[in-house]
């Protein structure tokens, strides 16, 4: 997924590093030029990939991006002060391939690796919708790599991982054993709860909007190093729902 990509060139050269890596979705959201997918600059950088960049979806917001999404990786520049737990790529790529095929029951899990634009990288807020944050160790005095560089350090590392793995490669595995694996929450769960558990919280005065502090960040940072499971975030949604009921009353 590319969060406002500003330039074509990345986009269509995204695609080309997707495609040699044996992926195939590429997401692109809230681009700088309308219809980027179909600019020229795309094109001739997507040379052979010119399929994915053909079939890549075009979404207004991250969270649309996200939705269905079991496990995602926050690809920044920078280090974040709040965040998901941060993890170097090749870790995150193994953690990503455990995923795969976590999804709800007859669902495969599905994946995401999340970059930002060339100039500012990712939001904050973004890099908070994500599971896990990774930073690719590159020369510290001058860490920022090209846009579609990095996707295809990422792309090469989830290779390796599936391949490791024993998949079937160039395709992501469409399933894995349903009776080792406990569903996991998507993203636009863990998303709805979130919301939830921060009206309650208002409800009950302990989170000020006014003043809200760093507080959801917190608990985002929290949460997100749990794991959390599709159970998990419907019992978290009960507490909520009930702390509002009782307000009610
Ligand atoms: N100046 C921006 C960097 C943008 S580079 C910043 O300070 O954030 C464009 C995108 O490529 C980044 O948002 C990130 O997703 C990816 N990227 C570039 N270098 C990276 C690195 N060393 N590790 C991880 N991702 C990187």
């Known amino acids: 997924m590319l969060v406002e990509p500003s330039h074509p060139g990345n986009v269509g050269a995204a695609a080309r590093a997707l495609k040699t890596m044996g992926f ?3 997401v692109v959201v ?10 020229p600059e795309a094109i001739a950088m997507a040379s052979g990939a010119d399929d994915v960049l053909a079939s890549a979806q075009v979404v207004e917001t991250l969270a649309d ?12 520049a920078r280090s974040r002060e709040y965040g998901p737990p941060q993890m170097a790529p090749r ?7 455990e995923f795969v095929g976590r999804g709800h029951v007859g669902n495969s899990g599905t994946i995401a690796l999340v970059f930002g634009n060339e100039r500012v990288g990712l939001s904050n807020a973004d890099v908070e919708r994500c599971s896990a944050l ?4 590159a020369n510290p005095a001058y860490s920022s790599l090209n846009l579609a560089q990095a996707v295809q350090v990422l792309a090469y590392e989830l290779r390796l991982a599936l ?14 054993s349903p009776t080792t694996s406990v569903p996991s929450a998507s993203s636009d769960e863990i998303e709805g709860m979130y919301m939830h558990l921060e009206q309650a919280l208002v409800e009950l005065d302990f ?14 940072r929290l949460f997100s190093r749990s794991g959390l499971e599709h159970e998990e975030v419907n019992i978290l949604r009960g507490i909520a729902k009930h702390i509002l009921l009782k307000i009610k009353r």
């Open 24 to 26: 195939s979705r590429l």
């Open 30 to 39: 809230a681009p700088k030029i309308a219809f980027v997918t179909r600019e």
């Open 65 to 76: 991006a996200l939705t269905g999404v079991h496990w995602s990786i926050a690809l920044t």
């Open 91 to 97: 870790a995150a790529a193994e953690k990503a391939c």
């Open 134 to 137: 990774a930073h690719i160790p």
């Open 163 to 176: 391949l490791g793995r024993g998949d079937a490669m160039p395709a992501i595995p469409a399933t894995a």
């Open 207 to 220: 989170l000020d909007p006014a003043n809200p502090k760093k507080l959801m960040s917190r608990l985002r």
